[in-house]
Each structure stands twice: as C-alpha cells, then as structure tokens.
C-alpha cells in the first residue's frame, strides 16, 4: 500500500541536465519542488576522480555509469513484422543514470540547430515540392522558430561556459567560425579549445577544398570559467577520457559543476536518489495530473502528490512514462491515429579512415570530447540537394574524442581479425591514423515508432519500452553522398590510404552509434500530430511538461544536447510567465 | 631502415621518432623498456574459474589469437589467460549488467545476444564441447600452430553447437575478452607491465596533455601509467583511491 | 650538424626515453648535459651541486624535472610570464641552447632529497594527503594528483613532480598564481590557487614535501 506524501508543488522526473535546470528556476522562483531520480548521488569529489576514473574497460567496456540491463532495458525490432527482442546489453545507445544523468559523461559536443530545421517540413516542400520526399517520411515543423530559441540557446550555453568562434553575428558573418549557422546575438562564452593534430590536418585539407572549416563547439572548457549561477568550471586538459567518463577536472559542463551547487542549497527544492517512478497519477477527468507513485530503493512504495510535473527523464523515459501512465493515446502505425510514441528517431552516423605513413604521430589520445575541427558544407539544409533525391545532411570532422585502446585500434579493411597480421596492422596503424566522423540527421518514417513491449517487463513488473526502427532509405541516400564528399576529403590530406564507411542498413543496437534517440513526444501545433504544444505542454494533461529530445519531431545534423538546453530554457520561461501564473493551457488548438 | 632526410629529422624529435618505422626490425621496444617481470612461479596466474584443462586451452587458444613475435608481445606475455580467468570468476562472469528475463528467441543479427546463458555459464559450458571433442586426440595445446588456427577458424566459422553455444558467439566472445585483457588496464590481470601500451605509444591512465595537444605530430615517448601505478612505477591497487561509482 | 648529432643518438638511445622533445612547429636544440654542466655551476648556489634545492636559498628542487619542464621554466623567466629578480636575470641571459643544456643537466640528476624544512602535524598531513589524492568537493577541488601523477611524482613532459619538493616553494608558486603574478601555467593552476586557503596551502605543502623522505 503506497504511503502518500505531503503535496509539493512540483514533480521533476529525473534529476539530470534538464531536471537540474528545471528544478533549480522553479524552486528559486518560489515553488517547492522534489526531484525524483532512479539512480544514486554522486559528485565530483570522490566520485569522479582520477586515475580511477581513466578505466576503459570499467566505464567504456562494463558501461559502469549507465542504466543496469538487469533491472530496466529496451525491447528492440527493425519492423513490426518482427518479435520485440530485450536488448540485453547496451551498445547501439547508452541510456544514463544517477544524479546529473547522462550529462555526466557526455562529450560536451554543444550544437545549435540551424533555422530551417525547425520548419523543415514547409521549408522542403518550398523547394522541393510535395513529390520529393519517400512516401513513408513525416517530416514535421516544431512550432517553434530559431529566433523563439536562440535566447534560450544563449542562455544554455553560457551556463554551461561552452568553447567555441561564433559564425554569424547578428548576421554578420565571422572569420574562424561556421558561416552556416543562424544568427546569434553574442560569442560563445569562452574561446575554442586548442586544436589537435587531427583537427589541423583536416583544416587544412578542407580550406583547400573550398570548404569552410571551424572549431567544434565544447563544453569541455578552454579557461577556466565562472557562470551566471556563480558556479566555477576548469579548464580542460584533452585527457581523452570524456564519453562515457564523468570528469575530474571540473572542466567539464555537467549538473554538477554548473547548477547543482546552486540547486542543492535551495531549501525550496528536496533530492530523493534511488527512486523509480512508476506512473503519473491522474484525477476521474484523466486531464489533470494528481502527482506520482514511485517506489524508493529499498522497495517502499509511495504517492507524491503534486500541483504540476515535469519529465526530464531522457527522451526514451518521457514516452515510457505516459504510455506507463496511459496520458494521451499510444500510437498506432498501421493506422496513423495516436501520437505517444510517434516519429521516432535516431542519428545516422558514418566513418571515414585515414591512414597516414608512420612518421606522422596523431597522438589520438590527446583529445576532449568535443575538440577537433568540422564542416557544415554538407550539413542540414546548407546545400542544394537538387537532384539527390534525399532530405538532410551530415556534419563532417576530424572529431575523435580519443585512443582508448581496447576499443580504438583502427586497422585496414583487408586486416586479419585476428593473429600477427592483425597486431602488426594494429602496432602499425594506433598512432597514424584519423578517423572522420560523419554526423548525420535522421528523418522520421511512419514505421519507426516506441510503443510498450507485450512480453518483457523491467524489475517493477512494469512493460518495457518497444523500439521498432529501422534506417529510412532517405536518410542512407544521404549518408552515402555525404560519405563520398568526405573520402575526397581524406586524400586531400594527404592520407596514403583513405577508406570510407558509410552507414549501411538494417541499423543494429550492436555497434555503438550515438545516444541521440529523439521523438516519441513530439511537440508541434497539431495536436494530432503532435503531444506536446509549442511550450511542451501536455495536450491531454496541462499540468504536465515533458522535455527532452523526445520533443523533436525528426532529427537534425548535430548532437542534440544544446538545443534540449534551449527547448529547457524555452519551457521555464513558459512555466514561470505564463503557466504558474494562471494554470491552464497555454494554447488552444 | 627508411631514409633519414633532414626535413624528416627537423619535424621529429631525436631518436624516438625513429621508433616506428624501425619498431619492426630491431629489438622490440616492447621488450627492451618493460622491467621484467618476476621468474618462474610469477608466470603462472592462480586460475580461480578455469580447472587445468580448460586454463591449457584457454591459453594456447588466446596466444593464437594474439601471438608473441618481433612486432609485439603475445596474449600470454600479456597475462590474458589470467584477466579472463579473473572476469569470468567475477560479477562479470556472474552476468553483471546482463537483462536475464525470458522468453529467449534467437533474433536477427540487429538484435544482438539472446541466450540465457552467463559469461561464465557460456565459458563452462562451450569449453566442455570443445573438451569433448579432443577427448582421445592430441590436445589442441599441442597442435602445431597452423592446425590450431584452422580449429580456431572453424568455430569462428559457426555451425557447431558447443553444448548450447554457438561457436561463433564463443570465439567473438573470446576474440572481444582477449583484446580486453590485452588492451586494459593491469589492475585487472591483464596488460601485464603495460606491455601492450607500450607496443602501441598509449600513455595510460595520468593524461594531462594541456600543454602537448598543440605540440602537433611529437612523440610521446614515456613510461605508461597504470590506475594502480605508484610513485616508483610499481602497479597494485592503491586502497587509497575510492571508486565509488 | 644536427643530422651527426642525430644518427649518435640513434646509436646511443636506440628506444630509450627521450629526455627532451621538440615540436614541430618550432624545434628547440636538443641539451647537452656535459655542456649543461658547466652552465650549472651558476646554479648551483641557489639549487644545489645537484639540483637537490637548497631551503636557506629559497632555491627549490629541480633534480629530475623533465628537461622540457625546466625549459619551458627558463623561456617563462625570460620573457615575463615568471617573474623572480635572480632567475629573470639568469635566464634572460642563456641563449636557447644553454636554456636546453642546462636543463639537460638537471633533468638527469637524482640526489637524495634534502630534509624537509617543514614540521607538519597529523592533522596537516591527512589534510594534505587528502587533497593530493581525493580533493574537496565544497572547494570544487580536485585531487592534485590528477594532474600530479601518484602522489605528485609528476607526468612526463609538461607536469612537474611535487614530491619532495620544497614546501615552502610550493606555496610560493600557489601563492604568485593567487596574486596573478605568475602567468605561466595559470590556465589550470590560476583556478587551483584561488580555491587553497592559507590552511590548505601550508597542509598540501608540507604533505608533499613529507614525500621525499619517504624515499625509495
């Protein structure tokens, strides 16, 4: 029998990046808020640091920070002809856990998406017309512009302390940064990390190529940084132990070295670690949200009663939460009707392998998990793709993040698996050799959907959440062109060997791609298309808020994490000005 | 030896930057910087999972996998038998992180692992059919190398069942664990003295390049550090050091 | 000339560690520790026969610094981003490849380490050793030893060792990155300095220089 609570007035589920910001703006503007979190506390000091933390095989192999299988994981199919399988062991994508989520160990890559990404649907029917797209792909505008945002965004990077050249200032185009991106009003907050070899390498060859090289966007910090929230951050020191590692440093941008000191002072806001969220409760009308069971860790069931909630749990928990809550209606592919678990996507990502001859040392190692050089020539909307019969693009980079060996041994195609031909290649290749990183956008199909798995349940005896997904052919069209323009980019710099990967279906959760699992609550104008409003309300339920990359309707070129940050951001401003003023729902449609 | 020239030697750094190129035909780097490890009864692990016949496969098994010669160490030099040993023994090997529910059904490639079975359950179970099948013939330990790699071969091949394991799901996970206790830290077993660090130029676990990340195309010619790396070099654990996560 | 000198090397070094590095966008002279030697006799009254440190000078330890390390100490010296009226002078006086030449020298002692100067009590060096190894969360203090090496035996090339070392250079050279007065190496040790209070500065101090004695 569930004890319940005292009431509070507001519920955040899941205490990661989104939860912390979202927790640490309403409980300073006077609201008293509990931030429910599955996983345990941790910090910096004595979590987090060295040399323990650099253990490749614990953190990168073992998956130490991540979800536990045991107890909770995805079910998994390519299509709905086929049987949803556990996905026993993560690999594909690495779901997060604990205090500070999986911002934690992210890589600090720091992307805007560009302005057209936001009504990518009006803006490719206007240049392409109706007939262009496949006839499977739905793609949707947000309801949102890149001018509502780019406050947001603004704010977002400058709590973060982000590293990086502005592009275009207030129109303007900038030397030294991405002549594609949209308008922003103001630099980055401190300048671009140092650039690694391979970073130069690759400048260079694609100066040369006519293209419009500029450093990745860090929030591994160049300087040391001191935030609007008073917080303190380090400066990096390209240790190249970044994804899947939380840092020692405090160089780099996670809730607990921007906002969690701030948060966790504030007597309006009250941490529970190791509580695991069972459902939303709702009222008889099923329109109002009454607040929300959860289970502590040592098995105890409780009620929190709660005025407004807002999911933050990662985007694949938001969905799991309604569907587990039965808060809008489940999508349905065959049909179309539904919108929980609609648009579904993912990242389509290729790889390009340049082998250099022995007398040049790469040192791989010596890298921050968003150093490195890149070009948006093949990105997003930034070229024409008259002709090419497919929407989207990639970015391309000499980004690695490191060269952690049991895992980064890179060796020629032709190379023995295994034997003296494999470690000669091996000794031979480790320091020679830069690998470029396609990073491409991923459409949503009607197909690709998240629904609740009918056979495996999590240690709750709650219903897993069902992944059917497979790549659209639009979005391996893409990765091929994108692809081929990058290999020319290899031998351009000067590689005696330049070998290309472009991405190549059936996608699998067996080799590790991204965690930029997006869509599933999208957000947008038309409720039926959408389950969200523009401010990330609930449709169905106005006292609640869900945001997180579940909120996109398709995928863009970059990493997702600076335009959830955004979106954040953008959500608070609703809540404080508009919502908590006068609950109720801020768009009628 | 690759011609010296003078441009050549101006982009590099004294003698070390030779140490590629001609890592392949004179003594091995990996050989002459490693302290040597103690004699004799050192060499042999305490095999806490593996019984004496499955620990003799095992090794011969991995040292083909991973072969001692002039380019580097091997997986024995490198004490992979006993990091195996050690994981399997352990959480690891006891299915740690593992979704354990049925019902199982074998799935497309896409959906990866679907067996029941444990790291350890795995092991046991695949090295108990493979012990089977040399019952009577000479052990695969004393087959000359090439008829080692053709067996080798054929169960990466697939097509057998090992006592409910595909061969080819036993030797990937072979194959993947060998590289682990190659390539990972020695506080786990394997890696012994970094040797395969020190084959490949990859400094270990202290990794503060502030000031070298810029100082594009040097070579890094030091000493690995391991996590268990003391003042002098030593490596063991050092109780000091939380990992609390 | 430099190809001689190179193809000795090779002879001589085959894989062995490199005691210096150059870089190849600017490629400093290779040292010469016999010639080192003899610019060493200027050091010495401060630094010790040795490079063992000499408290009474306030001349610190730098047997066994990294060749590179010491370098990059004399350029910071000579062009500002260090600033100490004797070494200013001496620096701006060696020319680049007495800057490596003497580092050469110095980077290839090892004396024993001189008495600690500094009588720490317990509390002071549980403080300090916690410090080093773990940090301190409400000071967003990170184990020193990250960066350090294992108890602050330093990390080739660019990271000097702080065991052994004299305690009261350490906090000198906290107290000048405090004071901004210290430019070099203020990117990661600026934030450092202005988290130690004079407490920490006294315990992390004295614990590091308990360190030599402990010894081989």
């Known amino acids: 029998m569930a004890q319940r609570l005292q009431p509070v007035d507001v519920v955040v589920f899941g205490v990661g990046m989104v939860g912390s910001i979202v927790a640490k703006e309403l409980a300073a503007a006077g609201h008293k808020v509990v931030g429910l979190e599955r996983g345990a506390p941790r910090f910096t000091v004595p979590d987090f640091q060295g040399p323990a933390v650099h253990d490749e095989l614990r953190f990168d192999i073992r998956k130490a920070l991540m979800q536990d299988n045991t107890r909770e994981a995805v079910t998994f199919r390519n299509k709905s002809s086929e049987t949803g399988l556990p996905i026993r062991r993560w690999e594909s994508f690495l779901p997060g856990t604990g205090l500070g989520g999986s911002h934690v160990h992210w890589n600090g890559q720091t992307y805007r998406f560009h302005a057209k990404d936001f009504e990518l649907a009006t803006a490719a029917r206007e240049r392409y017309g109706d007939k262009f797209l496949d006839a499977d792909i739905r793609v949707q505008d947000w309801g949102v512009t890149y001018a509502d945002l780019e406050p947001h965004y603004d704010r977002f990077e400058y709590l973060l302390g982000t590293s990086g050249k502005a592009g275009n200032l207030k129109g303007q185009i900038q030397a030294g940064g991405d002549p594609f991106e949209s308008p922003r009003a103001r630099d980055y907050p401190t300048p671009p990390q140092k650039e690694p070899y391979h970073g130069a390498i690759f400048r260079k060859a694609a100066t040369d190529l006519g293209y419009h090289p500029f450093p990745q966007p860090s929030s591994n910090l160049s300087q040391p940084y001191t935030n609007p929230e008073g917080v303190k951050l380090n400066a990096c020191v390209f240790c190249g132990f970044c994804e899947r590692y939380a840092c020692e440093h405090y160089a780099k941008s996670v809730p607990q070295t921007i906002i969690l000191p701030v948060l966790l002072k504030n007597k ?46 990662f985007a694949l928990n938001n969905v799991r939460m309604l569907l587990l809550s039965g808060i809008g209606k489940p999508y349905d592919p065959s049909t179309e009707k539904g919108t929980v678990g609609r648009n579904y996507a993912y990242q389509t990502m290729s790889t390009v392998a340049a082998f250099f001859e022995q007398d040049k040392n790469i040192n791989p190692f010596m890298a921050s998990g968003a150093s490195g050089t890149l070009i948006n020539d093949f990105a997003s909307e930034n070229f024409d793709h008259s002709g090419l019969g497919f929407l989207g693009g990639a970015f391309v980079g000499a980004v690695n993040t490191n060269g952690r060996p049991i895992q980064y041994h890179p060796v020629p195609p032709d190379t023995p698996k295994w034997g003296a031909g494999w470690k000669r290649a091996v000794a031979e290749h480790y ?110 339920v106005p006292n609640l808020f869900v945001i997180g990359a579940s909120n996109f309707p398709q995928n863009a070129s970059w990493n997702p994490t600076g335009t959830i940050g955004a979106l954040t951001y953008w959500a608070i401003d609703a809540m404080k000005n508009k919502y908590l003023k006068h609950p109720d729902k801020l768009v009628h449609a | 030896m690759p011609k010296i020239t003078r441009r050549g030697f101006v982009q590099s750094i004294g003698a070390a930057s030779l140490a590629p ?125 090439d008829q080692q790699d053709a067996y080798l071969k054929s169960l990466e091949g697939g097509g057998k069942d090992l006592g409910g394991v595909p061969s080819a799901t036993f030797f990937a996970t072979l194959l993947q664990m060998t590289v682990e206790g190659y390539f990972s830290d020695p506080i786990y077993g394997g890696n012994k003295n970094m040797v395969a660090w020190r084959m490949i130029g990859f400094p270990g676990a202290y990794a503060n390049y502030y000031d070298l990340v810029d100082k594009h195309g040097i070579k890094l010619d030091r000493e690995p550090t391991s996590i268990g790396s003391d003042r002098k070099g030593h490596i063991h654990p050092d109780p000091n050091v939380p990992a609390k996560l | 000339m430099k190809t001689t000198r190179f193809a000795a090397s090779v002879a001589a070094c085959g894989f062995a560690l490199s005691a210096s590095i150059a870089f190849a966008a600017d490629v400093p002279p290779a040292g010469d520790a016999t010639r080192g030697a003899e610019i060493a006799a200027t050091c010495q009254g401060c630094h010790g026969a040795h490079g063992e440190g000499i408290a009474t000078a306030s001349g610190p330890r730098i047997a066994g610094q990294t060749a590179s390390y010491l370098v990059a100490q004399l350029q910071a010296y000579a062009d500002g981003a260090r600033t100490n009226p004797v070494m200013t002078a001496i620096a701006k006086g060696l020319d680049d490849q007495k800057k490596a030449d003497a580092a050469a020298f110095f980077a290839a002692q090892s004396p024993p380490f001189a008495a600690p100067a500094t009588h720490p009590n317990d509390a002071q060096l549980v403080r300090g050793k916690t410090l080093v190894r773990v940090g301190d969360e409400s000071k967003q203090l990170q184990a020193c030893a990250n960066c350090h090496g294992p108890d602050g035996s330093g990390e080739r090339f660019a990271t000097p060792y702080l065991a052994g070392q004299s305690a009261a250079y350490i906090a000198s050279a906290i107290g000048e990155w405090k004071a901004g007065t210290r430019r070099s190496g203020e990117a990661l040790m600026g934030g450092v300095a202005s988290r130690l209070d004079d407490n920490d500065i006294a315990a992390v101090s004295a614990y590091l220089e308990s360190l030599g004695a402990i010894g081989d």
């Open chain 2, 21 to 145: 190129a001609t890592l392949l035909t004179q003594a091995p780097a990996w050989a002459a910087d490693a302290p040597k490890p103690p004699a004799s009864d050192g060499d042999k692990p305490l095999y806490l999972f593996f019984n004496a016949d499955e620990a003799a496969f095992v090794e011969a098994a991995c040292e083909r996998l991973i072969p001692h010669d002039e380019v580097g160490p091997g997986a024995l030099d490198a004490g992979v038998p006993n990091y195996l040993d050690k994981q399997l023994g352990g959480s690891w090997g006891a299915g740690e992180r593992l979704y354990r529910s049925g019902p199982w059904q074998q799935g497309s490639p896409s959906q990866g692992y679907q067996l029941p079975f444990t790291p350890a359950e795995l092991f046991h179970n695949a090295l108990r059919a493979i012990l089977a099948e040399f019952e009577g013939k000479t052990a695969f330990k004393d087959l000359p190398p």
């Open chain 1, 268 to 313: 309006n806001f009250e941490l529970r670690t190791g509580c695991q969220v069972q459902r939303i409760n709702l009222d008889s009308t099923k329109k109002k949200a009454t607040g929300v069971t959860y289970i502590d860790a040592a098995g105890r069931e409780f009620e929190q009663p709660a005025s407004m909630v807002v999911l933050c749990g």
């Open chain 1, 431 to 540: 320091n020679h050799t830069v690998m470029l990183s396609l990073h491409g956008s991923s459409i949503a199909q009607k197909q690709n959907y998240l629904d609740l798995d009918p056979t495996y349940k999590d240690a709750w005896g709650q219903p897993l959440l069902r992944m059917t997904f497979d790549f659209p052919p639009n979005d391996l069209k893409m990765a091929a062109y994108v692809t081929s323009k990058a290999v020319e980019i290899g031998k351009a710099m000067g590689a005696k060997q330049v070998v290309g990967n472009p991405r190549k279906g059936p996608y699998t959760t067996q080799q590790y791609q991204t965690t930029h699992n997006t869509g599933g609550t999208v957000m947008g104008s038309d409720p039926s298309t959408s389950v969200v409003n523009r401010y990330l309300q609930s449709w169905d």
